[in-house]
């Protein structure tokens, strides 16, 4: 089964840099600033500003690496992408090929559920030889058979029926909370890949200012101080990636098991993400998870099948009638008289049970009561589920407008700020320091930016499990769910 979730359009190739604010909310949208304009050091000619001028042109450098990391990763052709993921999760994870079994189970209890009582061979004999009363003796044999009347083979077949449809809703339901794992892990690794590139980024810049910082300190232009907060920043930046690094490889081999793979083996990913520029509309999410939602068809079917146990409580209030055929052979002693000839017969019986005290009464009121039950339970995982579409349309919403903000104003402050600073030190207004300063609060404010896109993709993942996205469309044979009532 191949999934492809609507909102999920793979992008491959390098980062698409878009200035415009409705453009993809996407790591790759984190907008990379233009590379800076070569230094103007026309102004730096000077023999005093010769060290400021060279470690501009570091700062530049790293500046521009810095910017241009944070952009995101370059999608990899070769990964695998989510629907290919909840593929795999779906052919080969052990727990689901369990699940299916109840399909099996649910078709031979409807094979049993047609199946006629198997009949009876009777024998009888008596005979007065032991006491030597003059050989009287009777013997029989036969055969009886009940027979199911009112309809009762008709309705448990019908019960045996509902089952199936049951039995499938809950491979279906299993199948879809496999598929909501599985993306729950994918969309983590994924944040966690741009985590980590950004924290390496921001690394790559701060072993740079603490060579800069080093190298002026030997010139005396600054003080121990500056080295060695700038090399507690460096460290501190380490102990975040390994901790990311750790929480990837517990997520990697997470998402390996629920792949039914060794949990360490090598797995490779897509790294694209999905479209966020427009939200799905909120009647027809809402409409789709009615009709999709397995554990919602399956409150239905409960009502159903409890209604064709009501049906089956009822025909079974007139038990089996018994039918039986067989052939008597007697022979009776009279005193005085010769000995009589064997007499035979055929025998034909009739047995039927008088529904006089049971009438099933209490099986009847009992599937009744679950037949109300049934229906209460689906009104309310109905409302339940509208308000769950509701409320992760709602979060998903909130998140994109957060995104739209770093966009559109923290992102874009922190970037003007970039290219004042750089201004402000090819005329030697300011040390190098606060160059430096302004991009890492450049990289520190992606890394926030990529915290909610961690929380946006994981309430996406929770939509597309909420709508059933994630798995095929249940079939609708004859008289079936009909979840839109």
Partial sequence: MR???????????????????????????LVPLRRFAPFRHAGCRTAGRTGIAAAGRIAAAFGVFILIGCAGHRADAAGLTLPQLIEIAIG?????????????????????????PNPRLETATNSTGPFNYGGEYTASAGFSQQFPIAGRIARQKDVARVDIDLALEEIREAELKLAGEVASAFYRVLALNRQISVRDQLMAADRKLLAVSRNRFKAGEVSELDVNAAQLELQRLDQEGLSLTSDRTKQLGELNQLLGRPAYGPLLLDDSLPAMNVLPNLAAQQRQALERRPELRSAILAERRARADQGLARAERWEDWTVGLGAERSRIAVDGQPRQASDSAVALTLSIPLPLWNQNQGRIAEAGSKRTQAEMRA????????NEVESLMAELARLRQILVNY???????????????????????????????????????????????????????????????????????????????
Avoid: C, F, W
């Avoid at 980062?15 to 996407?26: C, E, M, N, T």
């Avoid at 600073?421 to 207004?429: D, F, H, R, T, V």
């Fill in 3 to 29: 999934v492809q979730p609507r909102s999920e359009v793979p992008h491959r190739g390098a980062p698409v840099i878009s200035p415009s604010v409705s453009g993809r909310l996407a790591a790759r949208a």
């Fill in 407 to 485: 966009q559109r104003s923290m992102l874009a402050t922190s970037k003007k700020n970039i290219m004042i600073a750089q201004e402000a030190y090819s005329k030697g207004q300011i040390a190098i320091v606060e160059v430096v300063q302004a991009e890492r609060q450049y990289g520190e404010l992606n890394i926030s930016y990529l915290n909610v896109l961690d929380q946006y993709l994981q309430a996406l993942g929770k939509l597309h499990a909420a709508t059933a996205d994630y798995i095929k469309p249940a079939a609708q044979p004859a008289g079936s769910v009909d979840a839109t009532r």
């Fill in 92 to 116: 080969n994870n052990k727990e689901l090929r369990a699940a299916r079994q109840v399909e099996a189970q649910a078709h031979a209890r409807l094979v049993q559920a047609g199946l006629l």
């Fill in 379 to 386: 009104a309310a995982l109905e409302l339940s589920i509208r």
